[in-house]
């Protein structure tokens, strides 16, 4: 009887031309994305370790894909003709980060290099709507910023979009309960939007990849909780510069985390959870203030509606922090202007409650993006796609 192979191990299995074309075409795409200064070719031939007949090829190839251009040497002094520098091209592939939040619509477009080049927010409650037509608004808007980036010469290589709620990998929503969603097709539904026709599409939590968007803008914390305070809260957790998903990607759901167990029902089904009492709404009601831009925070109503929001906070927070060590806390969405008023009660309760708060404090911090993280997050998810896997951009070109 003939014996029956064995399988391959990953390290046994073969690697064909073409996986080891895309895989150089990525390293060298990312060293000129990381370089501080344009990059010669045969200085990314000597830091990938490839041939420079190799690399001026791949480099060719993502010059022709509008991947990479080249930039006009600095003067030199000296033998020697100077060579060309490369850069990622500011005109190639853009990327299109959308949000849709309980009371607002935003979205932007971001090039190759990091740059905002067009953003738009739109405020409405988006609970009347219901899911189908919210969706198609949101696939108005991003109609509307495809338009201005086609008159900027810039293809869209894909569209993200940060949703407050829990989100599966096929692009369905089982629960957003602040907007009334449940078992929502948001990806099927976006992409039969006209507006959106041939563009992929992924979805994933605001708060997530609005902690991506606060790791990507370069604050310095690798490891740190970004709370992002709309009407829902949502934590995004980043642990050594990664993000913290759980085992079914539905991380970071703090604001039903319950801080008085005894409280009132919230949306969720439970009670006494923390979006009860920090949520926007909350301090809204607490302040007696129509709108956040609204607010006077030196007024006493104003301070003592703060000054509970921020107590809430940091009972929900130090339980964060006691479970995963982390030592640093980004405020972001509605609460970042908001933090001075927030800060006393906040870090008082971090002191009485974080275990270690003498050996190692907490820092707390405004988020650098603001109330843009999650949308800047969603467009930087694209835009470091097409950097991992630029083979795959080359062949839709």
Not at 72 to 91: F, H, K, Q, S, W
Not at 382 to 397: E, G
């Amino acid at each position: 009887m003939a014996a029956h192979p064995r399988p391959l191990a990953a390290a046994d299995v073969p690697v064909r031309q073409s996986s080891v074309r895309a895989h150089n075409l990525a390293l060298v795409l990312r060293q000129v994305a990381e370089s501080p200064d344009p990059m010669s070719r045969a200085a990314v031939a000597t830091a990938t370790g490839l041939t420079r007949a190799t690399v001026s090829a791949l480099v060719d190839d993502l010059i022709a894909g509008a991947l990479l251009a080249e930039v006009e040497p600095a003067p030199r002094t000296g033998a020697g003709r100077p060579a060309a520098g490369l850069i990622l091209n500011p005109a190639g592939p853009a990327a299109l980060g959308l949000e849709i939040n309980v009371d607002y619509l935003a979205g932007c477009v971001v090039d190759l290099t990091g740059t905002v080049r067009h953003r738009l927010v739109e405020h409405a409650d988006q609970r009347p709507a219901g899911a189908r037509a919210a969706l198609a608004a949101l696939g108005e808007l991003a109609g509307r910023l495809r338009t201005r980036a086609a008159a900027d010469g810039l293809d869209v290589a894909g569209a993200a979009v940060a949703v407050p709620g829990l989100v599966a990998a096929d692009g369905l929503i089982p629960v957003a309960p602040n907007l009334g969603w449940q078992d929502v097709p948001a990806a099927a539904l976006l992409g039969a939007v006209p507006a959106l026709a041939g563009v992929p599409i992924t979805l994933d939590n605001e708060a997530n990849l609005a902690a991506l968007g606060e790791l990507r803008a370069g604050s310095g914390a690798r490891s740190f909780v970004h709370v992002s305070g709309e009407i829902g809260i949502g934590a995004g957790i980043v642990l050594d510069g990664v993000l913290y998903r759980g085992v079914h990607g539905w991380s970071g759901e703090i604001g039903h985390l319950p801080v008085h167990p005894d409280g009132p029902p919230c949306r969720c089904g439970g009670t006494g959870c923390l979006e009860l009492y920090a949520g926007q709404e909350a301090i809204l009601r607490a302040a007696g203030a129509p709108a956040l831009d609204g607010l006077d925070l030196a007024a006493p109503a104003t301070r003592a509606a703060l000054a509970a929001a921020g107590s809430a906070l940091g009972i929900a927070l130090a339980a964060v922090v006691n479970l995963l060590d982390v030592d640093t806390v980004v405020l972001g969405g509605g609460y970042a202007p908001l933090l001075p008023g927030l800060r006393a009660s906040l870090e008082q309760e971090l002191r009485r409650r974080v275990l270690t708060a003498n050996l190692a404090p907490v820092s707390l911090r405004p988020a650098t993006l603001g109330a843009d993280a999650a949308m800047r997050g969603a467009a930087d998810s694209v835009i470091r796609a097409v950097h991992a896997d630029p083979a795959a951009w080359l062949s839709r070109t």
